[in-house]
């Protein structure tokens, strides 16, 4: 396909250096905002730069802590960042996207609730020659990525996050007995990934699902403690066991355990933030994986800025940045350490 180049751009060594390794020091990313570069201002300093991000929902503590990485890091970087919360709505999320198209921007990142949702508007932001920077999810399927607009796709691995929570999962109750599954979004790529991920790790396995597989919840909390407790009265003999598409979900949805027969049910779920990790050092969730917000909008960030700072071509750029996702539980031994790592004071994973 044709490529779009960009209005503005940016530096090779970082961008090779960010794709083999998947994370950075502090020094090169504050490295983009260096007073050498070219779109300075009169006084010699970087030009501020102006983007607009947007994720699923404010209501989510995974996607509420992606906006204070933004905001946060956007000061640090003297990038200007509007904000544009999806709420949950893929309709409500077109819209307001739709809304802002026209006005000024260096970069765009956005995190899709669905697949295909954003597409036409992506589109014409790629005309007007505005770097999109995928966040999370898919903005379209991966070889239509860079057809709509979107030059790099910066995540952790969604089936790896699934497999690593289920697999402890087994692991915990000696992959034998019931279990539920409760997920996010049908039409969210990451959902649908982590169903995959549950599913290669329990077919080894001989555990009974619950309702014939995942029950879909919209990443919203009183659906899915209403889901779970309706299937915690499918079965008069304790489930053995219950994986989560996000800590929200699960945190959520455990108290409702308490003076069943299932009492001492293994949780596991996906996100590994504040919430999710108090829930593993407490003992209500026996482990989460992490899926790093705080990595994925600050990558984004600092990415976005150097494309613009340095003048990057599309080609320079790769079309993918991999991101990790650590499994946490006690024996793990890294509550503390990520602890520290998500704090809204640092912002780093």
Same mark, same amino acid.
């Given at each position: 396909m044709t490529a779009h180049p960009p209005a503005q751009s940016s530096r090779r060594g970082f961008l090779k250096s960010a794709a083999a390794g998947g994370t950075l020091g502090l020094s090169a990313m504050l490295?983009?905002?260096?007073?050498?570069?070219?779109?300075?201002?009169?006084?010699?300093? @970087?030009?501020?730069?102006?983007?607009?991000?947007?994720?699923? *929902?404010?209501?989510?503590? !995974?996607?509420? %802590?992606? =906006?204070?990485?933004?905001?946060? !890091?956007g000061e640090m970087l003297d990038v200007e960042v509007v904000w544009i919360d999806g709420e949950l709505n893929p309709q409500k999320q077109r819209e307001k996207i739709d809304l802002i198209v026209d006005d000024d921007w260096d970069f765009c990142a956005f995190q899709a609730l669905q697949s295909g949702a954003l597409?036409?508007?992506?589109?014409?932001?790629?005309?007007?020659?505005?770097?999109?920077?995928?966040?999370?999810?898919? $903005? /379209?399927?991966?070889?239509?990525?860079?057809?709509?607009?979107? !030059? /790099?796709?910066?995540?952790?691995? =969604?089936k790896s996050i699934a497999r690593s929570s289920t697999q402890y999962l087994m692991d915990r109750i000696g992959g034998r007995g019931k279990v539920i599954h409760i997920g996010g979004a049908s039409a969210h790529s990451g959902a649908?990934?982590?169903? &995959?991920?549950?599913? &290669?790790?329990?077919?080894?396995?001989?555990?009974?699902?619950? *309702?014939? *597989?995942?029950r879909w919840c919209d990443w919203k909390t009183e659906k899915a403690r209403d889901t779970f407790e309706a299937l915690l009265q499918q079965s008069g003999q304790p489930i053995a066991g219950a994986f989560f598409h996000n800590?929200?979900?699960? %945190?959520?949805? $455990?108290?409702?355990? #308490?003076?069943?027969? =299932?009492? #001492?049910?293994? /949780?596991? @779920?996906?996100?590994?933030?504040?919430? *999710? %990790?108090?829930?593993?050092?407490?003992?209500?969730? @026996?482990?989460?994986?992490?899926?790093?917000t705080c990595m994925i909008h600050m990558m984004s960030l600092v990415v976005g800025q150097f494309i613009c700072r340095n003048n990057e071509t599309l080609e320079d750029v790769p079309g993918e940045i991999p991101l990790p996702n650590p499994l946490v539980s006690k024996e793990a031994g890294n509550i503390d350490a990520m602890f520290y790592l998500s704090d809204p004071k640092h912002c780093l994973v």
């Amino acid at each position: 396909m044709t490529a779009h180049p960009p209005a503005q751009s940016s530096r090779r060594g970082f961008l090779k250096s960010a794709a083999a390794g998947g994370t950075l020091g502090l020094s090169a990313m504050l490295a983009g905002c260096a007073p050498t570069r070219q779109g300075a201002s009169p006084d010699g300093r @970087a030009k501020r730069l102006r983007a607009a991000f947007s994720n699923g *929902g404010l209501t989510t503590t !995974w996607c509420k %802590l992606g =906006h204070d990485t933004a905001m946060l !890091w956007g000061e640090m970087l003297d990038v200007e960042v509007v904000w544009i919360d999806g709420e949950l709505n893929p309709q409500k999320q077109r819209e307001k996207i739709d809304l802002i198209v026209d006005d000024d921007w260096d970069f765009c990142a956005f995190q899709a609730l669905q697949s295909g949702a954003l597409e036409e508007p992506c589109k014409v932001l790629r005309d007007r020659a505005v770097p999109i920077l995928g966040m999370d999810t898919l $903005i /379209v399927e991966p070889d239509r990525l860079r057809h709509a607009g979107v !030059w /790099v796709q910066i995540a952790a691995d =969604h089936k790896s996050i699934a497999r690593s929570s289920t697999q402890y999962l087994m692991d915990r109750i000696g992959g034998r007995g019931k279990v539920i599954h409760i997920g996010g979004a049908s039409a969210h790529s990451g959902a649908r990934q982590r169903d &995959e991920g549950f599913r &290669e790790i329990i077919a080894m396995y001989e555990v009974e699902v619950l *309702g014939g *597989g995942v029950r879909w919840c919209d990443w919203k909390t009183e659906k899915a403690r209403d889901t779970f407790e309706a299937l915690l009265q499918q079965s008069g003999q304790p489930i053995a066991g219950a994986f989560f598409h996000n800590d929200d979900m699960a %945190l959520a949805s $455990i108290p409702a355990l #308490k003076g069943t027969p =299932h009492e #001492k049910m293994v /949780v596991t @779920a996906c996100d590994g933030q504040r919430d *999710g %990790l108090t829930g593993v050092r407490d003992g209500r969730l @026996a482990a989460t994986t992490v899926n790093p917000t705080c990595m994925i909008h600050m990558m984004s960030l600092v990415v976005g800025q150097f494309i613009c700072r340095n003048n990057e071509t599309l080609e320079d750029v790769p079309g993918e940045i991999p991101l990790p996702n650590p499994l946490v539980s006690k024996e793990a031994g890294n509550i503390d350490a990520m602890f520290y790592l998500s704090d809204p004071k640092h912002c780093l994973v």
